[in-house]
């Protein structure tokens, strides 16, 4: 019995998907819940995988085609993959496997569009899919190959002393061009538009980390043995504090859409997450109703799955504010980009010791520069600033959040 494989349903607020990477060939005998195929939207990668055992026995949509939401993708032929499958495909693929000189390689959409902008030869990269068709992987195989040699003597090179680059391929200037992701265009697409359509402007503040350094050494591991495993972070105390300071500066909450302002009675924190595939956003529900426990938790949770593209697109729509932190890679200072609709995006950085005037006497302290970047067009100098004091004089005295002064 043969099982259409489709698309899965998009939301709304997805036109349509990319197939990414196949990681089955025709013929080839799949597993139930055996991945079958990448999608990659604009928001995230969706994994389609197989229904029930048998055989993949027709790829519809090739690598880089574009597929709509339900779209056929795919035929599975139901029930146990028979041991001649395999090797029927095999032998059908290999007089094709490697073309004869002068003949044409047969090259999937994504393949071609490598091969095209880098000037190869497509009969000279071996074709890994049915009847010896080059695949995307392939020619990336291919390419790599091309420029290990190069690199490995520019590393013999260096490792026996040589103070120039011999001659031949090590004095290449190689360059390697690929198709930008629809994640990364998108992402592009709405870091550029924050740009142009907001009157964005950034304040700055520090904040003395040591009240929660010591707080943090002080019960880390009885938190960690209450709260199952749970560890204790500084993100639970910053989205805390953000949510009251919220609640004290609700423009600093709000969104504009079009001629109207668009006041959130509730606080949806999007904590920003770096993946291979680009920064994306996911957002914790209600988060001033959270504890501090619930939120690392979360934070934990959303950041794994994050990072083996495991989120869904609802995880990562809405939210009224945003954190990051480039504090992790060492950023000392910055000016974080808005992420429309929201009006405020505050930025945490490195925690430095730094000589510090207090009490008319100079001590050393642990401090982190925060940034506040927020919409002029909606919200003022005063609120913007007065909302990041109340971040920071919080997160200055911990019990203030417990106790909302």
Not at 169 to 189: F, L, N, S, Y
């Amino acid at each position: 019995m043969s099982i259409e494989i489709k698309a899965p349903t998009f939301p709304e607020s997805v036109a349509d998907g990319t197939i990414a990477t196949w990681h089955k060939q025709v013929g080839e005998a799949v597993s139930r819940d055996e991945l079958l195929v990448d999608i990659e939207t604009d928001k995230v990668v969706l994994e389609v995988v197989a229904p029930a055992d048998g055989v993949l026995n027709e790829i519809v949509k090739a690598e880089g085609d574009i597929v709509l939401s339900g779209e056929l993708i795919a035929h599975v032929t139901a029930g146990a993959a028979t041991e001649s499958a395999p090797a029927a495909v095999a032998a059908d693929a290999e007089p094709a496997a490697q073309p004869e000189n002068g003949g044409t390689a047969q090259l999937g959409p994504a393949a071609r569009q490598l091969v095209d902008e880098h000037g190869l030869d497509a009969r000279q990269i071996s074709g890994s899919g049915k009847g010896g068709r080059v695949t995307k992987e392939d020619v990336l195989k291919h390419m790599q190959a091309q420029t290990t040699p190069a690199i490995a003597s520019a590393e013999r090179a260096v490792s026996a002393g040589q103070d120039e680059i011999p001659d031949g391929p090590i004095g290449e200037r190689i360059e390697r061009r690929v198709p930008m992701t629809r994640m990364r265009a998108r992402i592009a697409e709405r870091l550029l538009d924050a740009t142009r359509n907001t009157a964005m402007l950034t304040t700055f503040n520090e904040v003395n980390m040591q009240p929660l350094m010591k707080l943090r050494s002080k019960y880390r591991d009885q938190f960690e043995k209450t709260h199952n495993g749970t560890r204790l972070g500084y993100m639970g105390f910053f989205v805390k504090a953000a949510c009251e300071a919220l609640k004290r500066f609700p423009a600093v909450n709000a969104s504009i859409d079009g001629d109207d302002i668009v006041y959130h009675g509730y606080q949806d924190i999007g904590v920003a997450v770096s993946t291979d595939k680009g920064l994306v956003v996911p957002v914790l529900r209600d988060a001033d109703f959270m504890s501090i426990a619930d939120i690392e938790a979360k934070i934990f949770d959303l950041g794994t799955r994050a990072r083996a593209n495991k989120l869904s697109i609802d995880e990562m729509q809405g939210g009224t504010f945003s954190i990051t932190n480039g504090g992790v890679y060492g950023s000392l200072q910055s000016t974080p980009i808005l992420n429309p609709p929201q009006t405020g995006i505050l930025g945490m950085h490195k925690i430095q010791e730094r000589p510090m005037v207090v009490d008319g006497e100079i001590v050393i302290l642990p401090m982190m520069n925060l940034a506040l970047s927020y919409d002029h067009r909606l919200i003022d100098g005063k609120d913007a600033v007065q909302c990041l004091v109340a971040i920071k004089d919080l997160l200055e005295d911990p019990a203030r959040i417990l106790l909302q002064l």
